[in-house]
């Protein structure tokens, strides 16, 4: 069975950091790229940044600088390290293979 199971997520105030992680089992993990998204209530799901199966990161505008994605093949975990992180930042983050979707993991920033 394919699953991407995301984790890490939870209430932080303005300026905190959260390291999320998306486990992968079932799935061929080290030569596809791997993607966070996010959707925040009432917006599109949007891509917030992804990782090569040669671990070249690329991020949205809007998290470059704050966020660091990087990915552990031997344990099919990619992570994405979000620092200063800002209430805009409030979603629910999936992390997506091109093919399937975890179900989410919840970030809250607030104070």
């Known amino acids: 069975e394919v699953q991407l199971v995301e984790s890490g997520g939870g209430l932080v105030r303005p300026g905190g950091s959260l390291t999320l992680s998306c486990a992968a089992s079932?799935?061929?993990?080290?030569?596809?790229?791997i993607g966070w998204f996010r959707q925040a209530p009432g917006k599109e799901r949007e891509g917030v940044s992804c990782?090569?199966?040669?671990?070249?990161?690329s991020y949205a505008g809007a998290v470059k600088g704050r966020f660091t994605i990087s990915r552990d093949v031997a344990w099919k975990t990619v992570y994405l390290q979000m620092d200063s992180l800002k209430p805009g930042d409030t979603a629910v983050y999936y992390c997506?293979?091109?093919?399937?979707w975890g179900r989410g993991t919840q970030v809250t920033v607030s104070s």
């Open positions: 997506h293979n091109g093919a399937n």
């Open positions: 079932g799935v061929t993990f080290d030569d596809v790229a």
């Open positions: 990782i090569t199966s040669s671990d070249s990161p």
